[in-house]
């Protein structure tokens, strides 16, 4: 998962699967532009992802995982 955070900026990307259960969560810091999630545990499907940052943005977008 990639993002582009300013310097001073931090967020949390929250995974959802397609029945609105919340299935993991990503702590970014800002200044990295490349996170990582273990999504061993998650099945093949469609997840929704939600950024929240500390700056009061907002970004949404799906993923697809296919083991």
Do not use: C, P, W
């Amino acid at each position: 998962m990639i993002t582009s955070l300013n310097a001073d900026e931090s967020g949390i990307i929250d995974i959802f699967d397609v029945s609105g259960v919340r299935v993991g969560e990503l702590k970014v810091a800002g200044g990295i532009t490349t996170n990582t999630m273990d999504i061993a545990s998650l099945s093949n499907g469609v997840y929704i992802y939600y950024l929240h940052t500390s700056q009061q943005y907002t970004a949404r977008g799906k993923i697809v995982i296919a083991h």
